[in-house]
C-alpha cells in the first residue's frame, strides 16, 4: 500500500530562512552589547588610572610645595624640582628630580600664580582635568608664573 506523502511535517525553506535571519540577528546585537560594554569597562578603569594618578600628584605637590621656602619657574640654583615626563609616564620631584611617581595617562600639569601665595595647580588626562590651589605657607611667588616645571627649596630640619 502506498502512504500518502500530504500528511508529512517538516520545515519549509521559508521558515528554515526566518529562523536563521532571527537567529542571526540575535546573535549580532549580543555582540553589539557585549562590545559596548567592554569599551565602557575600558574607558572607566582607564578614567580611575588617570584619577589616581592625579591624587597621588596632588599629595605630592601639597607635601613639597606647602613649607616652600623660595619656589621659581626658573631654575635660580634652587636644589628641588617637579617637572612631569609624558614619555616615561612618570613626575620627578625632589632634589634634583631624585624621586618620582608613575602616572599612567597625564598628559600635563601646570603652575600659576593664584595671587602672591597661593599656587593654582592643573592636572590633566584624557577628558578628565584636575586643578587645586596649594596656599603657601612660608614664601611668595612671582605673580606671573605659569610654568610647566616648578624649582624650589625646603626648610631645612
Known amino acids: 500500500m502506498i502512504k500518502k506523502l500530504s500528511n508529512q511535517k ?13 537567529g542571526g ?3 549580532i546585537l549580543a555582540l553589539s552589547i557585549q562590545g559596548f560594554s567592554l ?3 575600558n574607558l572607566g578603569t582607564s578614567r580611575a588610572e588617570i584619577q589616581q594618578s592625579a591624587r597621588l600628584i596632588d599629595e605630592v605637590l601639597k607635601n613639597e610645595l ?6 621659581s619657574h626658573s631654575d635660580n640654583g ?3 624640582e617637579v617637572r612631569l615626563d609624558t614619555g616615561e609616564d612618570k613626575l620627578f620631584y625632589g632634589e634634583n628630580g631624585d624621586n ?3 602616572t599612567t595617562g597625564i598628559e600635563s600639569v601646570n603652575f600659576e600664580a593664584e595671587g602672591a601665595q597661593a599656587l ?6 584624557g577628558d578628565y582635568t584636575f586643578s587645586k590651589v596649594i596656599y603657601l605657607n612660608n614664601t611668595s611667588i612671582p605673580t606671573d608664573l605659569n610654568a610647566s616645571v616648578l624649582y624650589y627649596e ?4
Open 10 to 22: 517538516g520545515v519549509t525553506l521559508v521558515e528554515l530562512l526566518l529562523v536563521v535571519i532571527i
Open 25 to 27: 540577528i540575535v546573535l
Open 39 to 41: 569599551r565602557s569597562f
Open 66 to 71: 606647602r613649607n616652600a621656602m623660595e619656589i
Open 78 to 80: 634652587l636644589p628641588r
Open 100 to 102: 618620582f611617581l608613575a
Open 120 to 125: 593654582l595647580f592643573t592636572i590633566t588626562g
Open 154 to 157: 625646603l626648610f631645612e630640619d
